[in-house]
């Protein structure tokens, strides 16, 4: 030991410490008896003798750590990881404190990293070597659906939620680790491939019978009126109200009824409580359907005139079962955003139904009645606006299906049976159809194993197969129909280790990688040009798999990934989670259009950046964005038409542009009530900067927000940073969460805190027509300070110094691309890979495209096949 206590001159507290230092030196030194502790590299003991010993003891244990119950075994991967943390805080200088790093030379820093460094990294990468970067994974229900999709050609199959949801960690589900296997999942697998597997054996030996549907006049809705009064839905002609109730309508014709000069107006959105659907129409079967219409954009004026629209009117349709507002089941936006003109349009869609099931229309961006207690319980509708209340007139609608496919029977079945001729199912079958075989047992081993290759991702061993067969002969024996025994043998099949469980790519088994790379970008199982590259040894030869990786960031299916890793990495799948509070924020009560829109445009934002290959910083700051007529009016910027997201160059004055402003990051990081800087700033600490803080001690009660108005966030945090336990972390985070205290709870600019009690009163009627009070208080400050000592004053400024670490961006993104590629996490054995990924992209300025291909070209991805 290079380093000599000298006890007789300590303090009573450094004494103690340094006996039990001594005591954890003999128990981590050569010759310890401890035999699951490793020998600790002297230059780490050094520094913890010198350095460590008074902060950390079983006594003071400053951020939860106590060196001396921490042995030195990195052979045991908990310990490493505890290990690992300890040596990233040192290297990024974090430890020692700054009070104290006048004590510790940049020499004794240098010699820690190196040694601690070295012990770690050849500990790690033995591992990785005798067991992988990570065991082997399971589909996540995501991965599972979407290859059944394309496995049995059923595009809108739904059996997600048949599987239990899938554990997370830090967001994502993709994680190996967290991907168990209980009776839970092996029912839920059983489940779902019984249910496409039925989905996809053709429903009889010709298509279902067209349903065909058309509705004129009263027709087009249910009842004769909303909830929410006249205001929120009449019939009209000529642009005039037509008054019509039960009575009035028991006394029309059937000609009358249906008037084709009469419209269907409305003024209000789907959000409960509301019916408004076709009269008369249920879906017979399963399946698609064609939905054609004809409609306007209104606005409705004085004395219940409509007037054509300023702008268009989006709309969608929502599937539902035919029942009154408290519907039972699922209720699904179907048939995508249209936007409604001013003069009348005919439109097609498409939209899914189940059998029983109907569809209503869905106005996006209008409002909802509420509910009034006074003199009596109903459901009022807002004041009108100047401008008169935006809304839709339908003037007919037209529904065909369930649309068959253009030969019979449909792919899907043909994907189980190929080509055999099918007849009519026997008595007591639960198919549809039987498939007619002259030799039974010799089709079902030509169709099992073609339908085996192409579901198991890679040749299946002959000796496999042969068990799948037993089953599906001992089920014929048995007097089972040819398309029971066969689905009966697919199930099987589908549920097992071949199809559930992803390998780690090798280079002795190209297959692996062929399905990595697919389900990195398109999270579905490869299609038949990558498994036709694996089987000729190519995949791996950097410049096709360059070609295929391009060739699928430039697929439709390239949206997947998209949903998926902004889900996940970003917590887009959390962005419905919080309200926002009605009494604070009234002008979002019921406002799903608008987080719709969030959404839509942080996806839009980060496919353009990968596609258009732009560079890392982009994240924190950009000059566009993406907007449709909903999120211009919330940004204030120029305004937009349409529900369609399109790009848009932000002008100079707009504090907009990049994730860090968005709104569906700004949402996700409040509660609805109250914005928090520690949320926020520990959120982009973490999600963009790679950088998160340690958990809270648990003995630190957490920060709640005064929303009277009386006392501001920064003051509440600035006495809870008096501890000065409290005050290392904050430093780390709060500043940049101060920044985007200019962002209310859904992303809207503001310069003043809002309250229930204290301030300046606003008073006036939201838009959903409840009366709304609250107070606006003290005035945002977002200036701040960072940890390493740059100062800002606004948001502005945070995004200039956050994008003045580009190396650190796009080493986060490096990260968070590997973890949900992989399921596996930075190792340390792999930052080396990682330098050598980012100093191949810092020529172009890290930018997203090059830095996933590189990703992908590298031996954290193809398992060792580095080039």
Known sequence: MNGIFRIGSMSPRSRG????????????????????????????????????????????????????????????????????????????????????????????????????????????????????????????????????????????????DKLPADRESHGFTKVTKMLDVSRVQLEGWLDATEAALAAAVASGVEPEPLQRFRATGTDLFPSFGSFGGREAMFFARDGVMVPISSKSYAEMTPEERRDETLETAIFRSATWPYFGYPRGFRAQHDGAYRVRFSARAVRQVADFRLVPAYEPQPMSFRARQPSGPDVSGDVRETGGWMDLLPEPNVFETTIQLKAGETFEYSLLGLPVPFIRTDGGFFYDFPPMPPEGHRGAAIQWLEVEGPLAPESWPPPSHRVLFGDLPIRAAPGGSRFGVEVVSSDPKADAARLFRDFARRAARKPVPEEAITKYLDLIHARLDSGATFVEAMVKGYQAFLCSGHVVYLAEPTPDDPFPLAARLSYFLANTAPDARLQELAAAGRLSEPEVLRQETDRLIDDERFDRFVEGFTDQWLDLSKLRRDIPDGRLYPEYRKDDYLVDSMQRETQAFFRAMVRENLPATTLVDADFTFVNDRLARHYDLPRTEGSAMRKLILPDWSPYGGLLTQASILKLTANGTTTSPVLRGVWVMEKILGDPPPPPPKSIPAIEPDIRGAVSIRAILAKHTEVESCAACHTHFDPVGFALENFDVMGAWRDRYRGMEKGEKITGIDPAGHPFTYFVGPAVDASGELRDGRSFDNVRELKAHLGAQPRALAQNLVGQLTLYATGVSVRFSDRPTVETILAACAPEGYRVRDLLHEIVQSELFKGGQAR
């Not at 050569?30 to 003798?49: D, H, K, N, Y």
């Not at 008074?54 to 990195?74: I, N, Q, V, Y």
């Not at 510790?104 to 005798?130: C, I, M, W």
């Not at 065991?135 to 059996?159: A, C, G, M, N």
Request: net charge negative.
């Open 17 to 160: 410490s340094a006996v039990r230092f001594c005591l954890f030196l003999v128990l981590c030194g050569p010759g310890s008896l401890r035999e699951a502790s490793a020998e600790m590299p002297e230059p780490v003991r050094a520094a913890i003798e010198n350095h460590c010993a008074d902060c950390h003891d079983d006594l003071t244990m400053e951020g939860d750590l106590d060196l001396f119950a921490l042995d030195f075994d990195p052979s045991d991967p908990r310990n490493r990881d505890r290990w690992i943390r300890l040596f990233d805080r040192v290297e990024q200088g974090e430890m020692p404190p700054p009070e104290r790093k006048h004590d510790f030379t940049e020499e004794e820093r240098a010699a820690f990293v190196n040694a601690l460094g070295g012990s770690l990294r050849d500990v790690d990468r033995a591992d990785v070597l005798e067991n992988g970067r990570g065991p082997v994974r399971r589909l996540t229900r995501d991965e599972f659906e979407d290859q059944l999709r394309d496995l049995l050609q059923l595009p809108r199959l739904d059996i997600r």
